[in-house]
């Protein structure tokens, strides 16, 4: 197995390489790449510093998870971790000035409906092998113990973070001449200092031990490769959409994944998990519509 911090660290440099290589492509010469670098990037530290911010809190969101994981069951877990949609969407409106009709916060509530059922049939599975494994009396394992208000702390917390540092980002992206591709790679640089910090903190014996790549084949970099052009897809859904029509992107993927799980896992839709992909579907419809408009002209 391939130590998963060091594929955060090296998604995030590759991220910072591909940005580099679009720019250095937009400039058309290694001259003009190399000013531009020294100008927006090792010319601007303030406006890298800026990125600390979203960088930051992400790391924390992902710690937090960690903690509420270990401290809620699953069907809780996913049930509250599913007001990040709504935390989403009240930055927009609080630090982008975004106006939501109610047709649209309805939208969003059946959203956070749909995706729970959807995901409702991975967390029964989970709870059926967690019930098996307890049947082996000879191999039972002491569970440490829960604490489910620590756990609804960090859930919420993690909600308020990632809505946050969502909405900040695309503030950011939005309100600056500065190009999408360095702030990439201002947000890359504090990516990759916190995941080194992380990587250097929780496995330093092991990559001493077996070296930074042990593990690695060619999958393991189409992982890595993945998670840093899925990044940068990111980044440009924000930039020329928002924040929550990239969360109805990502609850749809979530219905996709499932479809094509069908063929390739043999896996087997339950009726909740139907039932929550058309509510998923059902939302992103009334999300997209103007009810607004379909009243004036319904009217003689």
Same mark, same amino acid.
């Given at each position: 197995?391939? @130590?998963?911090?060091?594929?955060?660290?090296?998604?995030?440099?590759?991220?910072?390489?591909?940005?580099?290589?679009?720019? &250095?492509?937009?400039?058309?010469?290694? &001259?003009?790449?190399?000013?531009?670098?020294?100008?927006?990037?090792?010319?601007?530290?303030?406006?890298?510093?800026?990125?600390?911010?979203?960088?930051?809190?992400?790391?924390?969101? +992902? +710690?937090?998870?960690?903690?509420?994981?270990?401290?809620?069951?699953?069907?809780?877990?996913?049930?509250?971790?599913?007001?990040?949609?709504?935390?989403?969407?009240?930055?927009?409106?609080?630090?982008?000035?975004?106006?939501?009709?109610?047709?649209?916060?309805?939208?969003?509530?059946?959203?956070?409906?749909?995706?729970?059922?959807?995901?409702?049939?991975?967390?029964?599975?989970?709870?059926?092998?967690?019930?098996?494994?307890?049947?082996?009396?000879?191999?039972?394992?002491?569970?440490?113990?829960?604490?489910?208000?620590?756990?609804?702390?960090?859930?919420?917390?993690?909600?308020?973070?990632?809505?946050?540092?969502?909405?900040?980002?695309?503030?950011?992206?939005?309100?600056?001449?500065?190009?999408?591709?360095?702030?990439?790679?201002?947000?890359? @640089?504090?990516?990759?200092?916190?995941?080194?910090?992380?990587?250097?903190?929780?496995?330093?014996?092991?990559?001493?031990?077996?070296?930074?790549?042990?593990?690695?084949?060619?999958?393991?970099?189409?992982? /890595?490769?993945?998670?840093?052009?899925?990044?940068?897809?990111?980044? @440009?859904?924000?930039?020329?959409?928002?924040? @929550?029509?990239?969360?109805?992107?990502?609850?749809?993927?979530?219905?996709?994944?499932?479809?094509?799980?069908?063929?390739?896992?043999?896996?087997?839709?339950?009726?909740?998990?139907? /039932?929550?992909?058309?509510?998923?579907?059902?939302?992103?419809?009334?999300?997209?519509?103007?009810?607004?408009?379909?009243?004036?002209?319904?009217?003689?």
């Amino acid at each position: 197995m391939y @130590i998963a911090s060091t594929a955060v660290f090296l998604a995030e440099v590759l991220k910072i390489v591909a940005c580099l290589a679009v720019m &250095r492509h937009q400039q058309g010469s290694w &001259r003009k790449f190399s000013l531009m670098v020294r100008r927006e990037i090792l010319g601007k530290p303030k406006e890298t510093l800026k990125m600390l911010i979203p960088s930051g809190l992400y790391a924390l969101q +992902n +710690n937090l998870l960690y903690v509420a994981l270990s401290n809620l069951e699953a069907a809780t877990f996913q049930v509250t971790y599913q007001m990040k949609i709504m935390s989403t969407a009240l930055f927009s409106v609080v630090l982008l000035g975004r106006s939501l009709s109610r047709d649209k916060w309805f939208a969003l509530l059946l959203l956070m409906i749909g995706v729970t059922l959807v995901q409702s049939q991975s967390m029964s599975g989970n709870s059926s092998t967690g019930n098996n494994t307890a049947q082996l009396k000879d191999e039972d394992i002491p569970m440490a113990p829960q604490n489910p208000l620590i756990g609804l702390i960090a859930v919420i917390t993690s909600c308020i973070s990632s809505g946050f540092a969502g909405c900040y980002f695309e503030k950011i992206l939005k309100t600056s001449d500065t190009s999408m591709w360095v702030r990439n790679i201002q947000l890359g @640089i504090s990516g990759s200092f916190f995941s080194l910090v992380g990587m250097l903190a929780y496995d330093m014996q092991s990559i001493r031990e077996g070296g930074l790549l042990q593990g690695y084949d060619w999958l393991t970099w189409v992982v /890595v490769a993945n998670q840093a052009l899925g990044g940068l897809l990111v980044a @440009i859904v924000v930039k020329y959409a928002d924040n @929550i029509l990239k969360g109805f992107a990502t609850s749809l993927s979530i219905i996709v994944s499932g479809i094509i799980s069908i063929y390739l896992f043999n896996f087997q839709p339950s009726r909740v998990f139907i /039932v929550g992909a058309f509510i998923v579907m059902i939302s992103s419809y009334l999300y997209g519509i103007d009810f607004s408009k379909k009243l004036v002209n319904l009217k003689p």
